[in-house]
């Protein structure tokens, strides 16, 4: 059975600080996804890494795959407020493109001025 | 349409009682998928259908529960009996089959309370 798991669980930042988000995984995958969360609202897609040593950025965020090691990070760069919600990682099935995502606990992620 | 749809976002019902959701996905999606999320947890696979099959119903939590779905198109998720711990968020998505690079596209979601 597949399992994730993300730590921290809960990160507490300053503004203007990096740091970074780690997901693990159990079985092996080339599909993961990363995704936010607001409170009381759904999961907006942030990025979906595909392939061993796959590297996406957008704004503050990037994110990364070493499937060998069954692992991805999400790095955050000097944080701002707006960035504070709660992070999921998702791993989907290797091979496929479709199917079943498995998702971590999330990361609630607070940046405070 | 234009992004996925669910109804009702809220849902208040007595314990006992049979509740219907409803997922509309983003037209030209095969791919459906319901996930369920209790407060302060993380999103929990209830069942994924390929255009109006089921090939994993695995996370259904017990025969109380049941999903159907029309064609490519509207899928219900059946709760019948309702317990107290159905109360969580249902999120349902859908995807592209082969369009992995896109991600999947989550709803907003149906609050449902158990009182």
């Known amino acids: ?113 | 349409g234009a992004g996925v749809s669910q109804s009702p976002s809220n849902k208040v019902t007595e314990k006992g009682k049979d509740v219907e959701l409803r997922c509309d996905p983003i037209s030209g999606h095969t791919a459906l998928y319901w996930y369920r999320q209790r407060l302060g947890q993380g999103l929990e696979f209830l069942i994924y259908f390929q255009g109006n099959s089921a090939p994993d119903k695995s996370g259904l939590p017990s025969d109380r529960f049941s999903a159907e779905r029309t064609g490519e198109s509207v899928s219900t998720l059946t709760i019948q009996r309702t317990q107290q711990e159905d109360s969580a968020v249902y999120l349902c998505a859908s995807s592209s089959r082969g369009q992995a690079n896109y991600g999947y596209t989550f709803g907003s979601g149906t609050r449902l309370t158990v009182v």
């Open chain 1, 1 to 113: 059975e597949l399992k994730v798991e993300q730590n921290p669980l809960f990160l507490s930042m300053q503004e203007g600080k990096n740091y970074t988000i780690y997901c693990n995984y159990s079985t092996t995958s080339d599909r993961l996804y990363w995704y936010r969360q607001d409170p009381g609202k759904s999961l907006e897609s942030l990025f979906v890494l595909l392939s061993n040593g796959a590297v996406k950025q957008e704004g503050r965020l990037m994110a990364s795959l070493d499937t060998k090691a069954r692992l991805s990070t999400l790095h955050i760069t000097a944080a701002v407020h707006d960035l504070s919600a709660t992070y999921f990682c998702a791993v989907g099935r290797r091979g496929t493109s479709y199917g079943k995502l498995t998702f971590g606990q999330g990361t609630i992620l607070t940046v405070h001025p």
